[in-house]
């Protein structure tokens, strides 16, 4: 027997450790149990043996026939139970354990009160064999129908529990059913409701209760007579052999179910992650051809496990005729044996073994503690197993949800990628038409520099012209000056001598009329010869010529500088023509260098402003110079007359003006600048971030092509290596879930350099713009300064002409006054 048991142990093992990660403790338990179990029988047997020397031997002989005979008509109706069932169940909760217990141990007190009772009701036995035996039977039918009853309790109220938390599973199978359909998963498939089985199998007391059970038997042995606790120990005995039996069976047959449910569970769980990965792909053959294997081993394991139940069936019939003849050829021996002395030490040995029985029943009672342990880390394992499969199931929609990202992902970065592809074949089809524009705007540039520079020389030329004439003016007016202050000496004196002549006027009035009265007296009439002036007359006369000469000389003067102002103003305004014309030729220029212009031309325009701010620093340099030589002009001007001091004022104000665009000018190319280096180092870090984008990728087809390995090696190995592998690959999606967030956050800094470099390119085309509105501007205002100053040159010169004029008209007025 403990051979067979060592074998079919063996056996449970292997089929434990290819079904569960749990099989160590699952096997080191049944162990345990196997071996309490042989004790606790060993023990039973040799209480009986003991007992059973006490008694007389004439009534032995005949009680152990009766046994004999008994145990063989009603061996059938035997009582077999189910030892320790609801100490290894899985489907149990927790809580049965102490309600079996308190039912077991009111049933051996029931069966001891009951066996007292029959004790005391009955009558001493006597000789005659036809009393014995009735009285046997009748103990015997007794014993059996409080064990039964007993049994019927217990098992109707196991039948109860296991009913509620039947029903409790499939409530929460079915809720977990709905929120699998509500979530979008497959149909697991409906379950079957609950129904109240008949006997699906009996329950059974455990070790540690049998051992519980055997104290109280042991308590009242003294009160049991000596036929009853033969009959009861070998019933005892067969029930307990039995029960290892179907105890062994049904472990091994749960075992093999759970094996099969996990080898189905796995080939489902298979499907459909190959489904959800592959699209409906088939599954490898290595792994339907393990599944195969593993399947037959199951099989296999069913037909051992039936051959065994049939060995250990027989055997246990063997063992309980063995035991029975074994009774009645002791009951021989010890009738044939006359009494004698010994008792004392069979007394002894009792006692001895009754000490070994209560250590044998703390061992039992120790185990028990420790089924109970194993039961709740075997129910803890089981938890933890649940949320494991919980944690799987959504890490498993995690993945699904990150794959559908990723798909999407990868989608807009190939859409962005042609985007920029078109975009950059845009670039460059605009760079070749803004090759040629920058190649016209150059000869533009050109022709405008030889033009400048023409321009340059003739107001150089016009300015010694200027500087001449002024020279010359300032020379004649200071002859003029002189002039003109003799004149006025000459008109004092001439104011003199007409006072005088007035003088002599009225006295030559008074003379007239006296000489009238005298004439109208004497009627002579006074006649004037001719050619007889005085000299004074003659000296009017020829001042008259002479100014009437000179008045001839100065409107033929102001005539030629009148044809001279005009010839001016004509080739100045011809000039304004052609500076217009150039004007809007470099507007739509500009225009169309504005519509054309992007990325790629900023380098060209950076160097292109470069040169207009050293051009224009030039030009800026040469205006200032210009400018403060006329401002010298001018204040030198200025001491002439109050008009030019206004003139040279607003001029000033013109400088000033022009000082100040030039300043903008500046600024607004040096912000160009910083602009286009700005925009150099963004155009790095993109080339550097999609550098880095393309790794990331690499990295991603590896990490997924690493995952389908280990996928495919769980499959190979489904023991305590998924878990790790299911460690890893949640590590793994950790790791993928920042990649993809660190990739959406490069995606949205993208797309915001991508709209800062659309706003800067439009900033800069419109600065461009403006420059190149503001350039020409300042060179139409230069032009318009310049012929200012060419006018206020002539009106100078025409100014001091007409002062000289106008002094000489007046002195002719006054000399003609005069005569």
Partial sequence: MCSLDLSELSIINRVLIRSSPLSDCISTSLEYFFSIALTISSCTVSVFIEKAEECPPSNCSRKSATSSTGNKNHKSRIPTTQLGRSAMQGDSSSHQLPCEESSNENSSNNNSARRSTMKTSSTPPTNKKPAAV??????????????????????????????????????????????????????????????????????????????????????????ISVDESAIIGVSLLQNQLQDLCDHSRELCQRALDSSSSFASLVKSWLTESSQSEAGNAPLDTEV???????????????????????????????????????????????????????????????????????TERDRANHGKEKARMTELQMQKARAKVRELEGHVVNEEAKLQQLQSSVKSLEAQLKQKDQAMEQRMKDMHKAMKSSESLVSKIEKQRDTLETRMLELKEQMVSKEAEANATIKELSDRFGTIDAEIN?????????????????????????????????????????????????????????????????????????????????????????????????????????????????????????????????????????????LSEIQHHLHAKSKEGSKTGLDAIGLQQQVSDLRNSLAQVIQQNQELETTLTQKQLELEQRDRVMREQSKFLKARDELLTVLKKKQQTSVDNPSNESYEDMDEINKQVAAKTEAI????????????????????????????????????????????????????????????????NSGKSDRTNRTLGIL
Wanted: glycine residues 4%; contains cysteine.
């Fill in 486 to 626: 003799e004149e006025r000496e000459k008109r004092q004196e001439a104011e003199n001598a007409l006072a005088e002549v007035e003088e002599r006027c009225k006295h030559l009035e008074e003379k007239s009329q006296l000489l009238c009265e005298l004439a109208s007296e004497k009627s002579n009439n006074l006649v004037v010869a001719d050619n007889k002036h005085t000299e004074n007359e003659m000296h009017l006369y020829n001042d008259l010529q002479a100014t009437r000469a000179e008045l001839e000389k100065e409107r033929r003067k102001t005539k030629q500088l009148e044809t001279e102002k005009q010839e001016i103003v004509a080739v100045m305004h011809r000039a304004a023509s052609r500076d217009d014309e150039n004007e809007t030729k470099d507007k739509l220029a500009a225009e169309l260098a504005a519509k054309t212009e992007e990325l790629q031309n900023l380098m060209l325009e950076n160097c292109y402003l470069r040169e207009e701010v050293e051009f224009a620093k030039r030009k800026r340099d040469g205006l200032e110079k210009q």
């Fill in 134 to 223: 009735t009285t046997a039977d009748k103990r015997q039918l007794e014993v059996q129908f409080s064990s039964r009853k007993t049994r019927y309790a217990m098992l109707r109220k196991a039948l109860a529990d296991k009913e509620k938390t039947a029903q409790d599973l499939y409530k929460e199978m079915s809720s977990l059913r709905e929120k699998i359909i509500a979530a979008g998963g497959k149909d697991p498939g409906k379950i079957e409701e609950p129904r109240s089985p008949l006997v699906d199998g009996l329950k059974q007391k455990s070790p540690g209760e049998w051992g519980s059970s055997n104290d109280l038997v042991e308590k009242r042995l003294p009160a």
């Fill in 741 to 804: 967030q660190e990739l959406y956050a490069t995606l949205e800094g993208k797309q915001m350099q991508v709209m800062r470099l659309e706003k800067l390119v439009k900033l800069l085309e419109d600065q461009q713009d403006r420059a190149q509105a503001q350039r020409t501007r300042l060179e139409h205002r230069i032009a318009q300064l310049e012929m200012s100053l060419r006018d206020k040159t002539k009106n100078g010169n025409w100014y001091v002409s007409s002062e000289y």
């Fill in 288 to 358: 339907e051809a393990q599944l195969a294997i593993f399947g037959r081993d199951n099989e296999d394991m069913r037909t051992r496990l039936n051959e065994l139940a049939a060995i250990q069936k027989d055997l246990v019939a063997e063992l309980a005729k063995r035991s029975s003849s074994l009774t009645g050829e002791y009951e021989n021996d010890r009738a044939n044996e006359p009494p004698g002395g010994d008792r004392k030490d069979l007394r002894e040995q009792l006692n001895a073994a009754l000490e070994e029985l209560k």
